[in-house]
């Protein structure tokens, strides 16, 4: 089992940034890849960036050069960096990890994009 907790949502001004956090425990030597992803009001779970343990990230286009995920293996915590914050990234987050076949999923933290 492998449990995900994630902190550093909130509310942000267009424009803005933040930084989400998400600490993983339990059996995390069993733990290939991490990342983030994110549902809006009305609108389905979906991915935002997956990290390796190697270090390989794969981005959605949406986020691709305002998003920046980092990965801190001694800690076994990921990090999001969001800049130049939209509204249309309003969503509720939510971080996630994969060992072999199972997915884990976090219980997410909301971000609100609002003037």
């Known amino acids: 089992q492998v449990q995900l907790v994630e902190s550093g949502g909130g509310l942000v001004q267009p424009g803005g940034s933040l930084k989400l956090s998400c600490a993983a425990s339990g059996n995390t030597e069993h733990i290939y890849a991490m990342g983030w992803y994110r549902q809006g009001p009305g609108k389905q779970r979906d991915m935002v960036v997956i990290?390796?343990?190697?270090?390989?990230?794969n981005y959605a286009a949406s986020v691709k050069g305002r998003f920046t995920i980092s990965r801190d293996n001694a800690k076994n915590t990921v990090y999001l960096q969001m800049n130049s914050l939209e509204p249309e990234d309003t969503a509720v987050y939510y971080c996630?990890?994969?060992?072999?076949?199972?997915?884990?999923w976090g219980q997410g933290t909301q971000v609100t994009v609002s003037s």
């Open positions: 996630w990890s994969r060992t072999g076949v199972l997915e884990y």
């Open positions: 990290i390796s343990s190697g270090g390989t990230t």
